[in-house]
């Protein structure tokens, strides 16, 4: 029986910020211990890895690639038997693009999505592009990345843009590998309101943060979310796209949730935002997008950003994702993100200060935080567990208990243990 998907993942966020590129490949200094990386990410027991090679770097121009990184890395990965969830858009396009606000970008990205495909033929999972809403809200309504636009209408279009993107990048996908599977990364959030003046503007809120799975599912946003998205310049005929493409991909998706303590938003007297910290729990909103969409789900992303209080979050998170199981809800995943910390993200990269954030398995000289041996042991106790006996979603590559004898061999290479 196929096993339970047990990940972590290499941070690698590349946005611009006024105009200066962000790369946090670079700032995590993986592209200098990439082979380090792997070998850490078998060793601390997960199977699974959310990895993302830098687009902006590799997408030179339409139809135009360069390969160099991937091609080094990826057969490493394959080797160890370490199976990719391959990110192939993390919050930034190459310079010749320009932003999110570029209707013609999807068009590209799935002509890219599709070159990948072919090189990489043996890769079956892909986030084809990351936490559409993040990155809309934070480069075209905060104005922090990309774009730096500040309205709803810059924000709407910007996430459009990215789910047409995603949608026709899947389409491709499918016609080289029938058999992939596109596992969502998006925020996992709720609104809560504490006053009553507000609840309008909060069912508002609590509606929009359903939309990227809305239109990647094909699935009919509620009606005063409507009104919001036509008001801020999504036109019918574009609805109508969303629909139609995303019931044909909806059957080869998972619902991957990202979770944080800022996730839980308590939205005050005069309408202001502030996180509140764990209050109803992940299983608790997990269960109102499950019950929305009902999907196969996956807690793609969740981590803190104080080593001390690491080990407690883990384990909290994860009592959430069993409670979910054992009322027969199918999660089939679990992600601490990421495997090493990661620069600058208590301020959303937002200002160049170079702080390391401690949320990752280990430090960015890649000695063990307290999280990562508690982390080991989940993968000791649980990486075997079935998935739900009622989901079917393929194979799943890299599960079996021994490795090819090429596996062996890398791992002896890099100083792995062969078992």
Known sequence: MRSFLLATGIECSYPTVGGRRRDQLEETRHYQYWREDFQLCWEIGARFLRYGPPYYRMHLGPGRYDWSFTDEVLPVLRELGITPILDLCHFGVPDWIGDFQNEDWPEHFAEYAGAFAERYSWIQFYTPVN???????????????????????????????????????????????PDAVFIQSETCEVFLEEEPSQREHVALLNALRFITFDFIYG???????????????????????????????????????????????????NGDQVGIGPSIGWSSIARQYATRFRKPIMLTETNIGHAEEAPKWLWDTWHNASDLRADGFPVIG?????????????????????????NGLFTLDRKPNPVAGEFNKLCKR????????????????????????????????????VS
């Open 334 to 358: 679990y992600t601490w993100y990421s495997l090493q910390n990661q620069v600058d993200w208590d301020i959303q990269l937002r200002e160049f200060r170079g702080h390391e954030v401690a």
């Open 131 to 177: 936490e559409m809403l993040v990155c809309a809200r934070f480069s075209a309504k905060e104005g922090i990345w990309n774009e730096q636009l500040k309205s709803d209408k810059a924000m709407i279009r910007a996430h459009a843009v990215q789910c047409k993107a995603t949608l026709l990048a899947m389409e491709t996908i499918l016609k080289i590998r």
């Open 219 to 269: 699935h009919p946003p509620e009606g005063n979310l409507m009104t919001f998205l036509e008001d801020n310049g999504l036109e019918r005929e574009q609805y109508d796209w969303f629909m139609e493409h995303g019931r044909r991909a909806a059957p080869h998706c998972i619902m991957g949730m990202d979770y944080y303590r800022g996730n839980e938003v308590a939205v005050r007297e």
């Open 382 to 417: 649980y990486r075997d567990q079935p998935l739900l006996a009622n989901f079917a979603m393929g194979a799943v590559p890299g599960d079996s208990p021994s490795a090819s004898e090429g596996q062996h061999e890398t791992r002896k290479k890099l100083g792995i243990a």
